[in-house]
């Protein structure tokens, strides 16, 4: 049996991933466009021996899939409203985002990662969004504008911004809609209190002011975390079956499934996975597409795209294959590097191929 083998294969993998300490929690899911093919969970919230154990209720920080999930989903919903176009100027909403160096750069520059912004900024983290308008808006480009692409939270910054003052309400109120016509599960910016004790923890990096106590419920990016943990970047929590019910309805509407909800259509979707034309780029808007290198490993078809998140996780989606790919963990929990969670999830994926 190919497909038991698969999934014998995965979940030895993230057992291992947990005894390894790469990860003291995981959840993973397999689905097609009817529904779940597989689902487990592994490890404990915590590598303590009393830490409660994972299950499908447990919420994590899911960290940069809020670029693709929750960012870009909105600003395509405004798009398809006619409130936005990805060819508007960012010079248009931003006051600071001044001279000939970036005057030619768009929305789609932002989304695709090709604006010319660098990952983060230099000086210590701001407090404030005016601030961080001011800084990015400002902050020396590092290459031409689509000359290439360089992933960037900045970008996403400025496009969470923007997304607030188009559609005149917070990103979380904006996605809240989204979500509420996908899963009923937690998918948002803000963890319920009555899910918290059941959310995977997280540490904050050494230049984060909350370094030495541990995150549950809050954001562990420290940008997100100073705009009250509502940013383009970061900010998204979910579970296994939320993120899961997201991908499944995404990858209905790549395949052409015309009953998905606003802003997840086949034609806003089309458009946003579509692939730059940025020399040496695998952006789409918002989304990341498959290469021999990509994350989701050196199996899926050409047309696949995904994203991931610092936190451990990661979603992929593969129309022709009719799959979509979830995993969850909160790998800044452990001492682990991004290039062990990086070999987890290549090898995760490449496992359940033949499933």
Not at 43 to 72: I, N, Q, Y
Not at 118 to 128: G, H, K, M, S
Not at 174 to 203: K, M, W, Y
């Amino acid at each position: 049996m190919p497909g038991a083998l698969s999934i014998a294969t995965a979940s030895d993998l993230l057992a291992r991933g947990v005894a390894d300490r790469i990860f003291p929690a995981a959840a993973a899911e397999v689905g097609n466009a009817a529904g779940v093919l597989w689902r487990q969970t592994f490890g404990r919230l915590t590598f303590d021996a009393d830490a409660p154990a994972t299950t499908e209720h447990t919420v994590f920080d899911l960290a940069s899939l809020a670029k693709p999930v929750a960012t870009t989903s909105i600003v395509m919903g405004l798009v398809g409203a006619h409130a936005l176009e990805p060819h508007d100027k960012v010079a248009a909403f931003f006051e600071d985002w001044r001279g000939a160096d970036r005057e030619t750069v768009t929305i789609q520059d932002l989304l695709e990662h090709a604006s010319g912004l660098p990952a983060r900024l230099v000086d210590i983290a701001p407090e404030t969004r005016r601030e961080y308008e001011h800084d990015i808006c400002t902050i020396r480009l590092e290459y031409e504008p689509r000359r290439r692409a360089l992933y960037s939270d900045l970008g996403f910054l400025l496009l969470g911004f923007l997304a607030a003052d188009v559609g005149q309400a917070t990103l979380a109120a904006q996605f809240a809609e989204i979500a509420g016509r996908v899963s009923g599960d937690v998918l948002g910016f803000d963890v319920p209190q009555n899910r918290r004790a059941n959310t995977a923890p997280t540490l904050p990096l050494e230049e984060d002011v909350r370094r030495g106590r541990v995150l549950a419920g809050e954001v562990h990016d420290n940008y997100a975390a100073a705009l009250g943990g509502i940013a383009g970047h970061a900010g998204l929590f979910g579970t296994i079956d939320s993120v899961g019910a997201f991908g499944r309805t995404v990858l209905r509407a790549a395949r052409g499934d015309v009953s998905t909800p606003a802003p997840l259509t086949p034609e806003l979707v089309a458009r946003a996975t579509r692939k730059s034309d940025v020399p040496g780029s695998s952006r789409a808007l918002g989304w990341d597409t498959m290469r021999p290198t990509s994350s989701c490993g050196t199996e899926m078809s050409p047309a696949a795209f995904g994203h991931v998140g610092f936190t451990g996780t990661s979603l992929w989606i593969d129309p022709p294959r009719n799959r979509y790919f979830v995993l969850l963990t909160n790998r800044v929990y452990a001492a682990s590097s991004s290039e062990a969670m990086q070999t987890v999830r290549r090898a995760f994926h490449n496992a359940l191929a033949g499933l």
